[in-house]
T-cell receptor, first 108, second 114 residues
């Protein structure tokens, strides 16, 4: 079946630093989604990407749909304490497949 | 709009007991989903529904049953709970239309089976 490799698994960064995480797959996707999950809450959609090569921003967040359709990355600029959480990528061809998440910790 | 709601938020069961988790959405979405989330495993799809009266198996359906008698509700049942079913369960819904379809998640139910 389709699988996503999300990296890194966890990150510890200083407040103000930029963050980069990515997802790769051996399968191609038509859609890439990035979600954030706060502790004790459900995932919330951050950015949706629908075309290969698409680059989309949402505030300090920027995500790109890889040109090969097999990867995507998410960047967070100038991190703040409330960026703490687990970030999930998800790719869809016929069904939605989730990565295992990147746990982000921000040190003030 | 409340979005997607789940009840209960927490539950502790003994092995062999049964229970039903309720998911409700007020967005008139056609599709609904049940996932479980375990440490280091991400979200895994248990069952889903593409419309009222329909259900289908996901990646990890064993030990669970579902029903979608009303469009706004999706029930997840555990007939005989096992410790391996200790997890956080998330419900999601989506319109189901086209490539831009997006899933919206509920707040989760934390289940412990002793």
């Amino acid at each position: 079946g389709q699988q996503l490799n999300q990296s890194p698994q966890s990150m510890f960064i200083q407040e103000g630093e930029d963050v980069s995480m990515n997802c790769t797959s051996s399968s191609i996707f038509n859609t890439w989604l990035w979600y954030k999950q706060d502790p004790g809450e459900g995932p919330v959609l951050l950015i949706a990407l629908y075309k290969a090569g698409e680059l989309t921003s949402n505030g300090r967040l920027t995500a790109q749909f890889g040109i090969t359709r097999k990867d995507s990355f998410l960047n967070i600029s100038a991190s703040i304490p409330s960026d703490v959480g687990i970030y999930f990528c998800a790719g869809r061809l016929s069904s939605l497949v989730f990565g295992k998440g990147t746990r982000l910790s921000v040190i003030a | 709009n409340a979005g997607v709601t789940q009840t209960p938020k927490f539950r502790v069961l003994k092995t062999g007991q049964s229970m039903t988790l309720l998911c409700a959405q007020d967005m008139n979405h056609e599709y609904m989903y049940w996932y479980r989330q375990d440490p280091g495993m991400g979200l895994r799809l248990i069952h889903y529904s593409v419309g009222e009266g329909t259900t289908a198996k996901g990646e990890v359906p064993d030990g669970y049953n579902v029903s979608r008698l009303k469009k706004q509700n999706f029930l997840l049942g555990l007939e005989s709970a096992a410790p391996s079913q200790t997890s956080v369960y998330f419900c999601a819904s989506s319109s189901g239309f086209g490539n831009t379809d997006t899933q919206y998640f509920g707040p989760g139910t934390r289940l412990t089976v002793l």
